[in-house]
């Protein structure tokens, strides 16, 4: 894979630390802002909302800036925010400077895959998205419970002066790395050009697998907590290590994910939306059995970045030609389903269903997805259509 690969990485992984560690360090934030925990949870939701509103908008209002200098610009607010963020004297300032590193966060991977895909041939594309995941998934795996600790051992601030020093050094690497424009600005698609390609079947239809899985991994995953204590039977001090597993799971999937959409995208990605449909029908099974249980966790983690990595192959290729407004989509859509998800688990809850009753939500979900996907496959080998030419984002 090209060196600029692993600029791309590390700003990933940079990202998705600082968004996600915040939780693990929610008490001492609220403890340190003088506010309540549920008010520091404010933190969270605002910059999922953040990256799915202000992300898909900066996207577009940059699209005549070269690539590379919109990377470079989004990792220098990254760095500065997370120094803000170290300093932050009370919650509002808190608040929105994150809603601010939100914005360029969802611009970030919008960009990112975009760039990502211009660096390697069309039978790497797969891998290449691939990477940019697995600074996510690492992030969960390695970054946020390095974050934690940080924040357990010398206090929360601490945590977002170690975010400010990785900012750093994905910055430099963005710097160094990533090859220099190799002329003007690309020319922009156009808005209407943007939202055009958005009616193509093959990308409509990937959105809609896109909620289907968000609504299969968040429904569950949102309380898996008490979904492993209470039905499971685990105690709460075993329940940070069956995540960990489910991370190292989601890591390995991200890669086999790249591999099979390289090799062969729309069968891979039926073939396991199938699998994963079974899966969440095993765990719905094995809940009350500690073991199996936690056995069928790795297995969701790692199908659910499985499919994540040539969905997104599949959603950038079928845009190449007007990439912007749908790769903006991506992390937009992720985090909005997120929040839907939450959500229906709540309601479902609420209804007196019961935890062991939300991986029937990941069934149906993926019963959906596979017959979506299949049929989108179906039309297209029927009208013989192919991905359009990518323009050029450097």
Known sequence: MPLPLIALF???????????????????????????VPRAGVLVSAY????????????LTTARVPRKTLLVSILVVFVAGQLACAVAPDFASMLAIRVVVAVVHGAFFAVAMVVALGLVRPDQRGMAVALILAGLTVSNVIGVPAGAAIGNAFGWRATFWAMFGLGLVALAAMLVLLPRASGPPPRPAGFLNEVRVLGRQQVWTSLIVMLMLMLCQFVPFTYIAPLLQEVTGLGAATVPWVLLANGVGATIGVWAGGRLADFNLMTSLITVLALQALVMVAM???SPYPMPMVVVIVLWGGLNFAIGTPLQTR????????????????????????????????????????????????????????????????????????????????
């Open 48 to 59: 999922a909302l953040g990256i799915a509103i202000g992300g898909p908008l900066l996207t």
């Open 315 to 394: 959603i950038l290729s079928w845009t190449a030609d007007a990439p912007n407004l749908a790769s903006s989509l991506i992390p937009a859509g992720f985090n909005l389903g997120i929040a839907f998800a939450a959500f229906i688990g709540g309601v479902m809850l609420t209804a007196g269903l019961g935890y062991r009753s939300l991986p029937l939500m990941g069934v149906a979900a993926m019963i959906v997805a596979t017959l979506v996907a299949a049929s989108s496959w179906v039309a297209e080998r029927r009208g013989g259509a192919t991905p359009p030419v990518p323009i050029t984002v450097l």
């Open 284 to 286: 719905y099974v094995a």
């Open 10 to 36: 590390i700003a990933a992984f940079a990202f998705g630390t600082t968004e996600f560690v915040i939780a693990g360090v929610l008490p001492q934030v609220a403890e340190g802002l003088n506010i309540s």
